[in-house]
């Protein structure tokens, strides 16, 4: 068991561009989370899979948040058009279902627009 | 809504010195309280979960209580290696998300 693994680590991208980051939950693990989380604060829910199937999504979400997990494995996170108040850490998490509240979480990807 | 608080942001100790933290909540139908450290540059890392008002956790110098409105985390004895950010999170409602307060910083002195 590896655990979560997030890449990249750290991104710096200028305002309007895109970028993806990618989390590989634990392997046996069913459910994959997406956290946002800023400086002093906790954790901000944006999305979760079980599976393949996205079965919730942050209303504060905007447009420019896309997720996907196809076949139920690893996941994609993309923002398109970045704008300076993105920046953050982007925290993936992982679960099995009956145990979902125990999440393991990644260590992030650190989220830099300038 | 759904609303996590905790107390205090900050909290420094002397190794040894036992203190609590504080985290209370008002949500509709609460299903868990979870209690997670994080270490700086690093995700939360899962501690306790507890389920209904009486019941308490312990894991070494930590201990977890609920109440039908907050949850305290007990440190005894803190040694330096404790130092971290403590996260209470609730699961309540429909959702399986969890809602996050924004942590006590806890610095631990030798």
């Known amino acids: 068991d590896t655990g979560v693994s997030q890449n990249p680590r750290h991104k710096i991208t200028k305002r309007g561009q895109n970028v993806t980051f990618r989390c ?8 994959l ?9 906790g954790p901000e829910f944006l999305t979760y899979f079980q599976n393949e199937a996205q079965l919730e999504k942050s209303r504060l979400l905007s447009d420019r ?18 704008e300076q108040g993105d920046s953050a850490m982007y925290l993936c998490a992982s679960s099995q279902t009956g145990a979902n509240e125990k999440l393991f979480f990644g260590s992030g990807t650190q989220l830099s627009v300038l | ?5 905790q107390s205090p942001e900050a909290l420094r100790l002397q190794e040894g010195e036992s203190s609590s933290l504080n985290c209370s909540y008002t949500v509709s139908g609460l299903r868990g309280l979870f209690w997670y450290r994080q270490d ?10 507890l389920y209904s008002a009486g019941e ?9 209580t609920l109440t039908k409105k907050e949850s305290f985390l007990h440190i005894t004895a803190p040694k330096p290696e404790d130092s971290a950010t403590y996260l209470c999170a609730v699961q309540a409602g429909s959702t399986d998300k969890l809602i996050f307060g924004t942590g006590t910083r806890l610095q631990v002195f030798p």
């Open chain 1, 24 to 31: 590989d939950p634990i392997s046996e693990h069913n459910r």
């Open chain 1, 33 to 41: 989370y997406w956290y946002r989380q800023t400086l002093g604060q």
């Open chain 1, 65 to 82: 948040f896309s997720a996907e997990r196809p076949k139920g494995s690893f996941s994609t996170l993309e923002i398109q058009r970045t």
């Open chain 2, 1 to 5: 809504e759904d609303q996590v608080t």
């Open chain 2, 40 to 49: 700086p540059g690093k995700g939360p890392e899962f501690l306790f979960t």
């Open chain 2, 56 to 64: 308490e956790k312990e894991k070494e110098r930590l201990k977890a």
